[in-house]
């Protein structure tokens, strides 16, 4: 499964961004996935995840209420809206997936490349 992630920019605060996830090959329409986030001199952290089966979906403490993750029809991209943006939503952005949903917290088999959201106070 490759992975395309697309859809950072720069953003003023309190504004709103949708990062997209494309994939190509394998089974991704059958995959959980989900979304990263690594800030400048920090670890990289989990934002967000979606069931391959069900579509139940799953947020961050610092994230949630602001944020949604959604598959297409045709479950081949996944979307990434947060709204509400703050300056510590600044990072690089990564998509991930999984034939285990349980693995995507920690150790997801597949990533993208990152793409950076800034957002400007």
């Known amino acids: 499964v490759q992975l395309q992630a697309s859809g950072g920019g720069l953003v003023q605060a309190g504004g709103s961004l949708r990062l997209s996830c494309a994939a190509s090959?394998?089974?991704?329409?059958?995959?959980?996935a989900g979304w990263f986030r690594q800030a400048p001199g920090k670890e990289r952290e989990f934002v967000a995840r979606i069931s391959g089966s069900d579509g139940d979906t799953t947020y961050a403490l610092s994230v949630r209420g602001r944020t949604t993750i959604s598959r297409d029809s045709s479950k081949t991209t996944v979307y990434l809206i947060m709204n509400r943006l703050k300056p510590e939503d600044t990072a690089v952005y990564y998509c991930a997936a999984d034939e285990n949903l349980s693995n995507i917290y920690d150790r997801p088999r597949y990533w993208g490349q990152g793409t950076q959201v800034t957002v400007s106070s």
């Open positions: 090959g394998g089974s991704f329409s059958t995959y959980a």
